[in-house]
């Protein structure tokens, strides 16, 4: 089993000046952890179903590429990139370059978005949810064209592209890995089947809720012709690992039972002194999962 670290507060410290420092204070002890993953939201207001919007948020790339600076080993991505956010051809530039200047470490990330506060805040276009994921699909099928050597047209409802070229290619083969978040179990579950390498799940509904996920997702897979068993299956863990270190682990369990291999979580305190803590207590643990 795998352990990511979601990253998704820069209100600790409170000092703006203080969040680079210890952004990559917590990423680099993560690594030297064993910490398999670092992730960072796509949310330019912080979510103020949680926080109050005002609370720092960073731009979600940017970040990445400072941490890509400071890390060698771990995946990097976005949990997930707001579809609505950028044009799908400057998305799959975007992920490229964090490829190309990580090594080869760049994950896409990617969803049909949600939060009206920030885009209507932001001048960013809000359509029906159809529409959202209608261009996801899009999306997703531009991706994989810049990741190909077809460098031709892309005719879509809502995208035109008249040339694809993607120079230089990313270095991961034979693409970053594409990672579809959210749970929707009619058309998020079945564009992982149609396009992802990995899907990602939040553990809050319970084991029964992924279990159930899993097998929808199943499902779809057998209607596509997809080989289920090529997807990788994450899930952002519900339980805080340093609250309840047993309780965490015997959740992390029931996951890998189901074919979890990644499982993120997010700091619930200082990000320094939860990254250590989760080398000291919880990875050496962790290794006897899965």
Known sequence: MKLGLHYWNYSIPADPAAI??????????????????????DHFFQMDAVFAAEEPMLEAYTTLGYV????????????????????????AKTVTTLDVLSGGRARLGIGASW??????GLGVPVVPVAERFERLEETLRICRQ??????????????????TINSP???????????????????TL?????????CNLFG??????????????????????????????????????LDDTDAFLAEVSEYAALGVSEVQVTPDRDPIEF???????????????G
């Not at 939060?115 to 209507?120: S, W």
């Not at 079945?190 to 990995?198: E, F, G, K, Q, S």
């Not at 990254?275 to 999962?289: F, K, S, T």
Request: a negative charge.
């Open 275 to 289: 990254a250590q803590r989760l080398g000291d207590e919880v990875l050496p643990r962790l290794a006897d999962v």
């Open 169 to 187: 290619q990313p270095l991961s083969r034979p693409h970053p890995p594409i990672m579809i978040g959210g749970g929707g179990e009619k058309k």
């Open 115 to 120: 939060y009206e506060r920030e885009q209507l």
């Open 204 to 241: 809050r509904g319970g084991i029964d809720d992924i279990a159930r996920k899993l097998d929808v997702l199943r499902g779809h897979c057998a209607a596509e012709g997809r080989d289920y068993d090529t997807i990788e299956k994450t899930v952002v863990a519900s339980q805080a690992p």
């Open 68 to 91: 890509a600076a400071t890390t060698q080993r771990m995946t990097l991505g976005v949990l997930v990139t707001g579809v609505m956010y950028r044009y799908p051809g400057l998305l």
């Open 20 to 41: 680079a420092p210890t952004l990559a204070q917590t990423a680099a002890i993560a690594e030297q952890a064993g910490v398999a993953s670092f992730t960072v939201m």
């Open 190 to 198: 079945l564009l992982v089947a149609r396009y992802a390498d990995a």
């Open 146 to 163: 810049m990741w190909s050597a077809d460098d031709g047209p892309f005719n879509g409802k809502h995208y035109q592209l008249a040339e």
